[in-house]
């Protein structure tokens, strides 16, 4: 009985949540659904093409397992999903931690807040989004900025400074251009000082030759 056992309770009440209607089985849940959120077991078969042919047109897929996505992106498609997001960095619409976590990190301690809320992290989210179509557009295969566009850390940043002081978890209240400019600065130092010392040989830079070998090779032990 999950309702009663405390291993499990936690999953119970997100499943009556989510799933009010019971439905028992992967080909029903499917069926006309408009969005796939997937953090499961690594592919390539986890999610069946068959499955997607269910889900309604213009469906959403994210199939975020690594190192293998729960279905490759080329099979969703093929399937009718029309944008699919994983966790590589090699497809399009890589959905990783690292686009968010740096900008809550630097707005939580450039305003001394006692605490990350989930108010906080929910503007990331929608700062993420607002940078994503303002700054750079979005499309099928660009719903998120990359980890490597440098414009949204202080942006971001700024947004959740900005939600901690509206929230009074804020030790300090600066401007949000303040703390824009100081999160643009640290990031701008941080990568120079990086740069120098790959130019005195201090450090080496991941050749993406390596990348790529480590990921085919991770992909080659997984499908054994």
């Given at each position: 009985?999950?309702?009663?056992?405390?291993?499990?309770?936690?999953?119970?009440?997100?499943?009556?949540?989510?799933?009010?209607?019971?439905?028992?089985?992967?080909?029903?849940?499917?069926?006309?659904?408009?969005?796939?959120?997937?953090?499961?077991?690594?592919?390539?078969?986890?999610?069946?093409?068959?499955?997607?042919?269910?889900?309604?047109?213009?469906?959403?897929?994210?199939?975020?397992?690594?190192?293998?996505?729960?279905?490759?992106?080329?099979?969703?498609?093929?399937?009718?999903?029309?944008?699919?997001?994983t966790g590589r960095g090699d497809f399009p619409n890589q959905v990783n931690?690292?686009?968010?976590?740096?900008?809550?990190?630097?707005?939580?301690?450039?305003?001394?807040?006692?605490?990350?809320?989930?108010?906080?992290?929910?503007?990331?989210?929608?700062?993420?989004?607002?940078?994503?179509?303002?700054?750079?557009?979005?499309?099928?295969?660009?719903?998120?900025?990359?980890?490597?566009?440098?414009?949204?850390?202080?942006?971001?940043?700024?947004?959740?400074?900005?939600?901690?002081?509206?929230?009074?978890?804020?030790?300090?209240?600066?401007?949000?251009?303040?703390?824009?400019?100081?999160?643009?600065?640290?990031?701008?130092?941080?990568?120079?000082?990086?740069?120098?010392?790959?130019?005195?040989?201090?450090?080496?830079?991941?050749?993406?030759?390596?990348?790529?070998?480590?990921?085919?090779?991770?992909?080659?032990?997984?499908?054994?």
């Amino acid at each position: 009985d999950f309702e009663k056992d405390n291993r499990f309770y936690k999953m119970w009440n997100l499943a009556k949540i989510t799933n009010p209607g019971c439905i028992a089985t992967k080909e029903k849940a499917f069926e006309n659904a408009d969005v796939l959120i997937a953090y499961s077991k690594p592919g390539p078969d986890t999610l069946k093409s068959e499955w997607i042919k269910r889900m309604a047109p213009r469906a959403i897929v994210f199939t975020c397992a690594n190192p293998v996505p729960e279905i490759y992106p080329y099979e969703a498609k093929a399937a009718g999903a029309f944008i699919v997001a994983t966790g590589r960095g090699d497809f399009p619409n890589q959905v990783n931690n690292s686009i968010c976590f740096p900008s809550i990190l630097k707005g939580t301690l450039l305003v001394a807040a006692s605490k990350i809320t989930d108010a906080m992290a929910i503007t990331a989210a929608h700062s993420i989004a607002r940078y994503a179509e303002e700054r750079t557009g979005i499309s099928p295969d660009r719903i998120l900025p990359n980890m490597l566009d440098n414009g949204l850390f202080p942006h971001v940043a700024a947004d959740v400074a900005m939600q901690a002081i509206r929230e009074g978890v804020a030790r300090i209240e600066p401007s949000r251009e303040e703390v824009y400019q100081k999160a643009k600065k640290d990031i701008s130092d941080s990568h120079k000082i990086t740069e120098l010392l790959q130019s005195q040989g201090f450090i080496e830079e991941f050749p993406e030759a390596l990348i790529q070998k480590i990921v085919e090779e991770t992909m080659r032990q997984v499908t054994l």
